[in-house]
């Protein structure tokens, strides 16, 4: 089964009811009709402007602050092209976008690959300051604690996590389960720091498998 551990945007101040209750209509709206979707597209724009992206809270940067930036969207626009040409797919929609179009859509991004927030183990399938949470709840040394790892957790449960982890950490170590500087040890320590980092800045975790 895998595993990834989905940041949940944080609530701003005084409009943390107003987002857990959104969430809660997305959880239940689910029949996958068009009107659903439209709805849901809508409760995901209000969320946007009621929440913090992870990228804000530890202020990213955006993609125009990269040197050269327009020269690299251009190369990512042209090989965008080019692969649609060589999949057969000659007069899809990438075809039809222009270099200022494409620049323009992308100057505001966050820069995902230059955030100081990266994560040091990420899955290809969750943001790269997301963590492959696959990897601790494999971890048999952990006993009841791997299973942990598939749990949702608000904030404090992740520092509660991240401290109980350390605890276990250093008793494994003791046991001769699990040798420091080892390959296991250095993803445990990547995930307690993990834990630690968004925990404190006040966000949650979703566990996603």
């Known amino acids: 089964m895998g595993l990834d551990w989905c940041l949940v945007n944080k609530a701003k101040e005084g409009y943390e009811d107003e987002a857990r209750s959104l969430r809660q209509a997305l959880g239940v709206l689910n029949d996958g009709s068009k009107f659903t979707e439209r709805l849901r597209g809508l409760i995901?724009?209000?969320?946007?402007?009621?929440?913090?992206?992870?990228?804000?809270?530890?202020?990213?940067?955006?993609?125009?602050?990269r040197e050269g930036w327009q020269a690299k969207l251009a190369e990512?626009?042209?090989?965008?092209?080019?692969r649609g040409v060589e999949s057969g797919g000659g007069d899809n929609h990438w075809q039809e976008v222009s270099l200022e179009e494409f620049l323009k859509q992308n100057a505001e991004k966050f820069d995902c690959d230059a955030c100081p927030a990266k994560s040091e183990i990420f899955g290809i399938f969750c943001r790269p300051c997301e963590f492959r949470g696959k990897i601790i709840g494999h971890m048999d040394f952990l006993d009841s604690m791997a299973d942990e790892a598939y749990e949702d957790k608000?904030?404090?449960e992740m520092l509660d996590y991240a401290r109980r982890l350390e605890e276990k950490r250093k008793e494994v170590i003791a046991a001769g389960k699990l040798t420091p500087d080892s390959e296991d040890d250095g993803y445990l320590l990547a995930a307690i720091r993990w834990l630690k980092r968004w925990g404190e800045l006040g966000y949650s975790l979703f566990a996603w498998s």
Do not use: G, M, N
Request: glycine fraction near 0%; charge should be positive.
């Open 76 to 82: 990512t626009l042209e090989e965008h092209k080019r």
């Open 154 to 156: 608000s904030s404090q």
């Open 44 to 65: 995901h724009r209000r969320l946007d402007k009621d929440t913090i992206l992870p990228c804000e809270a530890v202020q990213a940067p955006k993609v125009k602050d």
